[in-house]
Each structure stands twice: as structure tokens, then as C-alpha cells.
């Protein structure tokens, strides 16, 4: 093959490229917008994540193209994700407690990494996804859920910032055990901090020291919340201009007394 020719065929796999990346990244496509199925399974049910697996690979093989980055497991995922938002809107009470609650969680984040991106709507349906959570309204159960190892204790750099009075330094966040859920406390208070500026936010990508679990995390989690915030009103910036009592001395004694105290539940726990 002369050089020539060798170059046209580079330049037409590139245009290829080029052209599917488009595609993914066109953030009009109505299939984003609507779910494009009606039916009437009920909600949770085995039979309707069979159903969301259907919808997926229909959507998908409507827009399968020719050329090899088409878009379409992305198209198809959001098209999943959309449908089931739109299904916890209309029941929001089903998920509390139904043995499919998890499989729920996990349908849905499994479609938002397949999807690559997130818009600002599905970023704050986070909180939504955060209040199936679980988590106790006081510190002190938390500390006895901790001690139980159902949820831990983990950094909470990032939700110690003083507001309305309350101390950031004495914030603490928690995570659930599989790391989707989080919880914010004072222990001044003994309460849940849910202040916008602090408040724990579902994960769709927990965080890891692994390498590519972190880019998830980061790609899905922590750039939203950097582009967005926490809720509507409130960004991001807004969060930064407040000041944070995360490294003070008040803040790591605190957290040190935190731990003791989880250790100590967990003894009395043994005696129980």
C-alpha cells in the first residue's frame, strides 16, 4: 500500500472516531429526555430490572451505527437511568425497605458509569439517593451502627466548614459499608448536619485508593460537586468562601475522642 493511500485510510478511521465521539457527546439526544417504554410492571420487582436490561438493549440497537464509537451504550444508559428516576419520583416510598432496594442502587449506578457523563438534574438527584440511606438522626447511633461495623468513620475534609454557628471542627462523616451513602454529624450537637454546605451526598462511584475506582469517583462524584455543589443555590464556590475547622487542633482531638468512643462501643457490645 503506497503512502498515499496508507494516509487516506488513517484520515477516514479518524473521521470514524471523531464522528462516535460526537455522538456521545451530544447532550440533545431525546432518549436523555424520555425513557421511550410504558408499561406496567411493578416497581422493584424482579421482572422490572429484566425489563430495564430489555430497555437498555433496545435503545441500544436503535442506535448502534456503523462506525466502531457510536454512542450507543451511553444513549442506552441514560435512556435506563432516566426511566428509573422518573419511577422513584412516583414512588418514593417503595425503596424503604424492600428486599430489591439494593439491586435498585446498583442497576443505577452501574448506568451512570456505563452513561460517562452526568447532568446537573441527575448530580442532585443524589440527595434523593442518600435519604433510602438509613443513617440515624443522632450521633449516638451512628456510633453504635459504627461499632457494629455497618457503617465507618472516614474524612470529612470536605464537610467541616463553619455555618449558622455550628462548628466545623466538630463535624464527622461516616459511610456506609459499601461506601454509597454518607452521613454528617456534630458532636457538639449530636445531630445530623444537613446544611448544604456539609451535608453527606450519595456516591455514585465510592472512592478507593485504587487507581481507576478513584477516577470514577472523581468523574462522577467530585467534579460534579466542584461544577454544582451540593444543591441548587448553594455551588460550589460558595462552599470554598466559608471557613473550614478541618486541621485545627479542635478538629483532630475530636476526632480522636470519636474513635476512642467507637472502640469503647465496641467492647461493650461484646459484653452485651
Known amino acids: ?21 460526537l455522538n456521545i457527546k451530544t447532550p440533545s439526544n431525546p432518549v436523555w429526555l424520555e425513557s421511550g417504554t410504558e408499561d406496567n410492571t411493578s416497581f422493584l420487582s424482579d421482572e422490572y430490572f429484566i425489563g430495564l436490561n430489555d430497555l437498555f438493549e433496545k435503545v441500544r440497537n436503535d442506535h448502534k451505527k456503523w462506525y466502531i464509537v457510536d ?25 424503604i425497605n424492600h428486599e430489591n432496594s439494593t439491586r435498585y442502587f446498583e442497576t443505577f449506578d452501574r448506568n451512570i458509569r456505563k452513561a460517562g457523563s452526568i447532568t446537573e438534574e441527575v448530580h442532585f438527584f443524589r440527595n434523593k439517593l442518600n435519604s433510602y440511606s438509613g443513617a440515624p438522626v443522632s450521633l449516638d447511633d451512628m456510633i453504635t451502627l459504627a461499632a457494629e461495623g455497618k457503617w465507618k468513620l472516614f474524612s470529612a475534609k470536605y464537610h467541616r466548614y463553619n455555618h ?8 464527622l462523616k461516616f459511610i456506609s459499608k459499601d461506601g454509597r451513602f454518607e452521613a454528617v454529624y456534630n458532636s457538639e450537637t449530636g445531630e445530623m448536619v444537613t446544611d448544604p454546605f456539609n451535608m453527606g451526598t450519595y456516591n455514585y462511584a465510592p472512592g478507593s485508593i485504587n487507581p481507576l475506582k478513584y477516577y470514577k469517583h472523581y468523574t462522577f462524584d467530585k467534579q460534579p460537586w466542584k461544577k454544582w455543589g451540593n444543591e441548587s443555590g448553594v455551588s460550589f464556590e460558595d462552599i470554598m468562601s466559608l471557613e473550614s475547622g478541618h486541621g485545627s487542633s479542635e478538629e483532630k482531638n475530636n476526632s480522636k475522642e470519636i474513635k476512642r468512643w467507637i472502640k469503647q462501643r465496641k467492647e461493650e457490645l461484646k459484653l452485651e
Open 164 to 171: 449558622e454557628g455550628v462548628k466545623g471542627a466538630l463535624n
Open 1 to 21: 500500500m503506497s503512502k498515499k493511500k496508507a494516509a487516506i485510510w488513517i484520515s477516514l478511521v479518524i473521521i470514524m472516531l471523531l464522528i462516535g465521539w
Open 71 to 95: 454512542g450507543s451504550n451511553e444513549i442506552a444508559a441514560r435512556a435506563v437511568i432516566v426511566k428509573m428516576m422518573q419511577d422513584l419520583e412516583s414512588n418514593p416510598g417503595a425503596l
